[in-house]
Nanobody
Framework: QVQLVESGGGLVQAGGSLRLSCAAS????????MGWFRQAPGKEREFVGA????????YYLDSVKGRFTSSRDNAKNMVYLQMNSLKSEDTAVYYC???????????????????WGQGTQVTVSS
C-alpha cells in the first residue's frame, strides 16, 4: 500500500511558476511509476505526466510539454512537478498517483494507477 500527499499548490500569476511535491509512504516507492493528473471544474481528470520508477523515462501531456518537468528522489520518497510559464488553463486540482510496475512503463490512463493523493489546488490568474 502507498499513501500519497501533495503539496505546493496555490495562487500564481500567469507566467509564474509553482513546484508541486508528492510525499509517499508505505509500500515500495522506488518501484512505483508516478503519475500526475489534473481536474479542472466541470472536466474529466486528465493525464499530465508520468515518471518511471528509476526516473529515466518521462512523458507529458502535449499542452504542458516544455513547461512542466517531473522528477523524483527515491531516497526521500518524493516526486516533484515543476511548473513554469503557467497559463490560466492550467488551473485545476492536481493529483499525484502511483502504480507498482514490473517494468519502467508510463501509464497514461487514470484507471491504471492504484494509489492517489488528495489533490492540491493550482490557480493561475490573469
Amino acid at each position: 500500500q502507498v499513501q500519497l500527499v501533495e503539496s505546493g499548490g496555490g495562487l500564481v500569476q500567469a507566467g509564474g511558476s509553482l513546484r508541486l511535491s508528492c510525499a509517499a509512504s508505505g509500500g515500495t516507492f522506488s518501484r512505483n511509476t508516478m503519475g500526475w493528473f489534473r481536474q479542472a471544474p466541470g472536466k474529466e481528470r486528465e493525464f499530465v505526466g508520468a515518471i518511471s520508477w528509476s526516473g529515466g523515462n518521462t512523458y507529458y501531456l502535449d499542452s504542458v510539454k516544455g513547461r512542466f518537468t517531473s522528477s523524483r528522489d527515491n531516497a526521500k520518497n518524493m516526486v516533484y512537478l515543476q511548473m513554469n510559464s503557467l497559463k490560466s488553463e492550467d488551473t485545476a486540482v492536481y493529483y499525484c498517483a502511483a502504480v507498482l510496475t514490473p517494468a519502467q512503463y508510463l501509464p497514461r490512463a487514470s484507471y491504471e494507477y492504484h494509489y492517489w493523493g488528495q489533490g492540491t489546488q493550482v490557480t493561475v490568474s490573469s
